[in-house]
T-cell receptor, first 114, second 112 residues
């Protein structure tokens, strides 16, 4: 069975500092990896994805993520955090060898302090 | 282009009542999903559909039913509401398996 782990319930960072939100996964076959963001009382919005190709993926709002096959990780990063980045972030995985239906992590609350 | 539309946004049910959560998408997506979100638990898949007339159970299907008579609509039915079904429900769709999902704004359901 495929699974996703987001080891941090909450990440705190000062505005202007770089941020990292961690995600590790377990799948059979090749992974399809996604990051979504959820603002209060809203649905999830797609940020970026890795399917194949370059390990560094760039997405919306200046976010990027690095696929690391050996560490089975897909950490979300941003060079300079904004207060408006404060939200709930979800990592999700599906796979070519297992379930195509996305499995979501538990979410990480990102808080950016002014 | 409305994307994925869910109704209602909020609902309070009494134990034992039934209701249908509506979900419609206008992107001609074949794949549709229902998730529930509980605090600190992430999203749990209830049911999914890979096309009109085809549905299948997800991780937490007990107490729910779905139908998919058209590509656009994927309603979720609660027959006998229980307090354990208090949650936020999200409908989502995608164009293909392995592609990003588009989510509705959610239905916040409270069972009392």
């Amino acid at each position: 069975a495929q699974s996703v782990a987001q080891p941090e319930d909450q990440v705190n960072v000062a505005e202007g500092n770089p941020l990292t939100v961690k995600c590790t996964y377990s799948v059979s076959g090749n992974p399809y990896l996604f990051w979504y963001v959820q603002y209060p009382n809203r649905g999830l919005q797609f940020l970026l994805k890795y399917i194949t190709g370059d390990n560094l993926v760039k997405g919306s709002y200046g976010f990027e993520a690095e696929f690391n096959k050996s560490q089975t990780s897909f950490h979300l990063k941003k060079p300079s955090a904004l207060v408006s980045d404060s939200a709930l972030y979800f990592c999700a995985v599906s796979s070519s060898g297992g379930s195509y239906i996305p499995t979501f992590g538990r979410g990480t609350s990102l808080i950016v302090h002014p | 282009n409305a994307g994925v539309t869910q109704t209602p946004k909020f609902r309070i049910l009494k134990i034992g009542q039934s209701m249908t959560l509506q979900c419609t998408q206008d992107m001609n997506h074949n794949y549709m999903y229902w998730y529930r979100q509980d605090p600190g638990m992430g999203l749990k898949l209830i049911y999914y559909s890979v096309g009109a007339g085809i549905t299948d159970k997800g991780e937490v299907p007990n107490g729910y039913n779905v139908s998919r008579s058209t590509t656009e609509d994927f309603p979720l039915r609660l027959e006998l509401a229980a307090p354990s079904q208090t949650s936020v429900y999200f409908c989502a769709s995608s164009s293909d398996l392995g592609t990003e999902a588009f989510f509705g704004q959610g239905t916040r359901l409270t069972v009392v």
